[in-house]
């Protein structure tokens, strides 16, 4: 007796996308209506004083902070604030590109994880080059480039779709700098981060772009992505 086959499915999901990204987004979009929705001008900034990530706050004496301990939480609590709609969407536009793929590779429990480590690496490097600035530093970018950084060690097998990363055999880093598309994406990625940064390309978004934060998300994912994947590797390259 012939198994019957299996029957497609009607009418498929309009969003097909990992729940820890529906998540993320969902909080990001939540923090963002009530600050720009709901709050005064001076909450709003006693918001960015105790949840952005501020470099110079290092150096200031407990008394002269709002909430001296905000600089234990703000590395990961900036994340979740944004300048603006355009910031915030983009933001989630690239998280859900990007961030799908290893979310679903990851798992829920480490792709949580892998995204705390790249908002933290992400105000890290913004340190290292700003560290007597005053500006707050806002937005998932450091997590989302983080997931692009990952993304490239396991999305260039030769003909497969990023769609069916889930169980794609990974290269090993020594591997990725040796392989031609990747060292092209990650050359292209950081020309444009600076470009950008640097206001050479405008992107319409109020504020200064911290593409430092871009840099030190991306180097987390793509240089520390074996620290987190649960999938073997194997060589394809030639």
Do not use: K
């Not at 969902?26 to 470099?55: C, G, K």
């Not at 429990?109 to 705390?116: A, C, G, K, Q, S």
Request: aromatic share 14%.
């Amino acid at each position: 007796m012939t198994e019957p086959e299996p029957i497609a499915e009607e009418n498929p999901p309009a969003f097909n996308l990992p729940g820890p990204i529906l998540v993320l987004g969902a909080a990001m979009i939540v923090v963002h209506v009530i600050r720009s929705q709901t709050l005064s001008y001076e909450w709003d900034y006693w918001v960015l004083n105790v949840f952005a990530f501020v470099p110079a706050f290092y150096q200031a004496l407990p008394g002269q902070l709002v909430e001296p301990l905000s600089i234990y939480w703000s590395p990961l609590t900036h994340g979740f604030l944004h300048g603006d709609w355009t910031h915030l969407l983009v933001n989630l536009v690239w998280l859900a590109a990007f961030g799908s793929a290893v979310a679903r590779r990851l798992g829920p429990r480490r792709f949580i994880i892998f995204m705390i480590f790249g908002t933290i690496a992400g105000a890290g490097a913004h340190y290292l080059f700003h560290a007597m600035s005053h500006s707050p530093v806002i937005g998932a970018s450091g997590a989302v480039s983080a997931c692009m950084g990952a993304a490239v060690r396991f999305a260039f097998a030769p003909g497969q779709p990023i769609s069916a990363a889930t169980n794609r055999p990974s290269v090993s880093l020594l591997q990725s700098l040796g392989n031609r598309s990747i060292m092209t994406f990650v050359l292209i990625w950081f020309g444009f981060n600076f470009l950008v940064g640097s206001g050479i390309i405008p992107l319409g978004v109020e504020g200064h772009i911290a593409w430092e934060a871009h840099m030190g998300g991306f180097l987390l994912g793509w240089l520390g992505f074996a620290m987190f994947d649960p999938v073997g590797r194997r060589r394809f390259l030639p």
